[in-house]
């Protein structure tokens, strides 16, 4: 490790312990039942939810892992589907300048649309919480992702598909060996966007549709005024949010390239 | 009939600064035979990299048309593969994979096997072995367009289209890669039209040489044979009286425009560039 990492490290350590202490004097200062729960009494509830990940009593009382997993279900199902359709019309979007200024005013309007204002049609039109819950997925995290593969695909190199155009390469074949590859790091860099709102937004949907998932779950803790487990979901949540950041930065590092 | 016909080909381009279009060249005429090696030289300006465009299929002609083998040029086709100045190497895919994606399209109905075996023959041939892992941007210029090479010469095209392929090349390196283009070419003797505005580059390696006049509206003003025997050697081509001479007048050509290098026993006048043309 390199001095700076070290310095860094240790920084980082000392900010985290002194938040640490400043919150548990912040706890200990007030009467029982009228502040904040303090650190220790958030570990000690993670140290219970932890050692029963998946346990299930009822609608109402599962293990933190089962509402992971619910949430992340929801997430591979919404952001997949919509990861697909956006690179697929991003791509046509790229290549047809003329469609892209065609369509690029309704995106704009769309995009900046928070994706809970589409739940109640949902709800009317489809009648299924679950999958209105999957569909605000879904559009949170389509934009992103078709603005920048669009934008990618439109800004490859003519270089390249001139040399494309001479080997004559069949369409999948020039979609697969030539504009994916091209586009990547653009498209990558939309899904990691896309990733991160999609997580957010996942949240909210779920404290409206209840049942099980991470978001309904701290809507519940809330409503038992359990407060550790609301804190120890909010950690819950922040770190899964950083791996699965994670994983899609390690595909960015796979598919970059140099020209 | 001419294997590659340039039939009285025309550019416009839409003009920079206000309506109107600019005609980059007019009326370019020649033709080149099967196996033999043609170069144009001009001035930047000249259109000869649109020109190359144009057969490449890459660009329309405004007016004329080029003709392969009886059938109008109007689609890139494998059949006419291009070696581009700035390489234009797929910088995502491996040395190995750019030449094999070339010759995955030239030879559609290969085997994995003997696909491989020939990417490697012209990874070898080109002196790449032991780079074939490595990406583009981690090659100096004089790699890229070997690679550039091999992947061009490896689909056995009918006509190979070089658009001053060695201008980013360093002098040293450049020399060669020349040689390695004369290497490759002699063994398969395929076409070639080359661009360049390298004079001695023009003479080593071409049986005739084009020469363009200034741009905008420039026209073919004649075209010169290169009656030097082959192998030619670039250190013996340096007191070559032929090659001077040669060498004099493409030089007094450029420098000085049309008329002047006219009447002094090279190449047909600049008003009849069809004159130069069978052969």
């Known amino acids: ?143 992103p992702t078709l603005a920048n593969t669009a934008f990618g695909v439109a800004s490859i190199k003519r270089d390249y598909l001139n040399v494309a155009s001479i080997l004559q390469l069949s369409w999948p074949r020039r979609l697969v060996t030539v504009i994916l590859p091209a586009a990547a790091p653009a498209i990558v860099a939309g899904l990691r966007i896309s990733m991160g709102s999609a997580w957010v937004a996942i949240i909210a949907a779920e404290m409206l549709i209840g049942g099980t998932g991470i978001g309904y779950f701290v809507w519940n803790e809330w409503n038992n005024l359990a407060l550790t487990s609301v804190i120890f979901a909010i950690l819950a949540i922040g770190l899964v949010g950083v791996l699965l950041d994670a994983g899609l930065a390690r595909l960015s590092r796979r598919l970059a390239y140099t020209e | 009939m001419a294997f590659l016909e340039i039939d009285h080909v025309t550019k416009h381009f839409p003009s920079h600064d206000g309506p109107g279009e600019v005609c980059v060249f007019r009326e370019v005429a020649f033709s080149i035979a099967q196996g033999e090696f043609v170069t144009m030289v001009g001035h930047s300006g000249c259109g000869k990299s649109t020109l190359l465009n144009i057969i490449a299929g890459l660009e329309r002609a405004s007016g004329g048309g080029v003709v392969l083998e009886g059938r109008e040029v109007t689609q890139p086709g494998i059949d006419r593969m291009v070696v581009f100045q700035n390489f234009s190497l797929m910088p995502w895919m491996t040395v190995f994979e750019n030449i094999r994606l070339a010759v995955r399209a030239a030879y559609p109905s290969w085997d994995r096997r003997r696909i491989v075996a020939h990417v490697q023959r012209y990874v070898d041939m080109v002196g790449l072995a032991g780079a074939e892992r490595k990406r583009p941007a981690a090659l100096s210029g004089g790699m890229r367009q070997r690679v550039g090479l091999a992947r061009a010469f490896s689909t056995a095209p009918k006509v190979l289209l070089l658009d001053e392929p060695f201008a980013q090349i360093d002098a040293l390196t450049r020399g060669l890669i020349q040689d390695e283009l004369i290497r490759m070419w002699t063994a398969g003797r395929n076409t070639v039209f080359m661009v360049t505005h390298d004079v001695d580059e023009a003479i080593l390696l071409s049986d005739r040489i084009a020469l363009m006049t200034r741009g905008p509206e420039a026209r073919l003003a004649e075209i010169v044979d290169v009656d030097i025997p082959r192998p030619r050697v670039r250190a013996a081509l340096v007191e070559d009286p032929d090659y001077l001479r040669l060498r004099a007048h493409i030089l007094r050509f450029l420098v000085e425009g049309t008329r002047a290098a006219a009447g002094d026993g090279y190449g047909a006048p600049a008003t009849a560039p069809l004159a130069a043309t069978p052969r």
């Open chain 1, 1 to 143: 490790m390199t001095r700076d990492r070290v310095q860094v490290l240790c920084l980082s350590v000392a900010i985290g312990v002194v938040f640490v202490l400043a919150w548990q004097a912040f706890a200990g200062s007030r009467p029982p039942g009228k502040g904040l729960p303090g650190p220790l009494a958030v570990g000690a509830t993670a140290w219970q939810m932890l050692a029963h990940p998946f346990y299930d009593h009822g609608p109402n009382d599962k293990g933190i892992g089962l509402q992971l997993g619910a949430s992340l279900g929801r997430l591979a199902l919404g952001y997949l589907t919509a990861s697909a359709g956006a690179v697929m019309l991003g791509v046509i979007l790229g290549l047809s300048p003329l469609l892209y200024r065609a369509v690029n005013p309704y995106i704009q309007v769309l995009k900046p649309v928070s994706p809970l204002a589409w739940m109640p049609l949902f709800l009317y039109t489809i009648k299924d919480s679950g999958q209105s819950a999957i569909l605000v997925i879904f559009m949170s995290s389509l934009w």
